[in-house]
């Protein structure tokens, strides 16, 4: 799969790809190491290594399961002050800075936090977390390669977590096959008690469920050939 460059209207070349997949980010950085899936399938020691490994990272990619994507704190309650209401909260609490590196810019996020249960079929808000551009990028890191923005994102991975670029490419992997087994399955929402109790309005977001019409849109299993 190739992308293709557009013009801006300032001038710029933005690259645009249809779809994003692991081995696409691996294309966009030709010089770091490709370790097959079926290799990390079959070594399943390594697999539970390698997640403990991503799991204690500082930060690292949280991809959202396909049929969840147009659902979120964010995008069902910034019709109304809610969400403007928890974002200067959660602004506040975390000083006004990134709550992972800590830079203070003027354009920070807030991030929200989910927790999935595989064997339940749940994902739960657990919480929210004010993040940089570079930092938000990482977690959202399909968005980023879809912007053009992902050796932004893959220097700040290296960066804050003190990791090389080999390393860095094994974890955007690792999310990757996370997500598209999570992609495959249904989901339903639920939210933290504590962070209702914080947050009432929230309780709009308990039971709702994927839509599984996502599924069937992906074709990302034609996509994940390793790279020639
Ligand atoms: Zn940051």
């Not at 801006?8 to 770091?32: I, N, W, Y």
């Not at 109304?80 to 709550?99: F, P, T, Y």
């Not at 709702?208 to 019409?213: E, F, N, Q, S, T």
């Not at 069937?216 to 050939?225: A, F, G, I, M």
Request: glycine share 8%; with cysteine.
């Amino acid at each position: 799969m190739r992308g293709s460059q557009d013009k801006r209207c300032d001038g710029r070349e933005v690259h645009r790809f249809p779809m994003f997949t692991g081995h696409t980010v691996l294309q966009a950085l030709p010089s770091l190491q490709w370790v097959s899936k079926d290799t990390m399938a079959r070594r399943a020691d390594q697999m539970d290594k390698l997640r403990s490994l991503v799991e204690g990272l500082r930060l690292r990619p949280e991809l959202v399961p396909a049929p969840l994507w147009g659902i979120s704190a964010f995008k069902n309650l910034r019709r109304n002050a809610a969400w403007a209401a928890i974002r200067d909260s959660e602004l506040q609490k975390a000083g006004n800075r990134c709550s992972v590196c800590g830079i203070a810019v003027p354009q920070l996020i807030c991030h929200e936090r989910w927790d999935y249960d595989d064997a339940k079929g749940t994902a739960t808000l657990i919480g929210f977390q004010i993040h940089c551009s570079p930092c938000d990028s990482v977690t959202h890191i399909g968005l980023a390669y879809k912007l053009g923005r992902v050796e932004t994102a893959v220097a700040q991975l290296c960066s804050v977590n003190g990791i090389p670029p080999k390393g860095a490419a094994l974890v955007c992997q690792y999310a990757m096959t996370e997500w598209k087994r999570r992609s495959k399955k249904p989901w339903i929402l639920k939210v933290q008690a504590q962070i209702l109790k914080r947050y009432p309005l929230l309780a709009e977001l308990v039971g709702l469920k994927g839509d599984p019409r996502r599924v069937s849109q992906l074709k990302y299993e034609k996509r994940t050939k390793r790279p020639g």
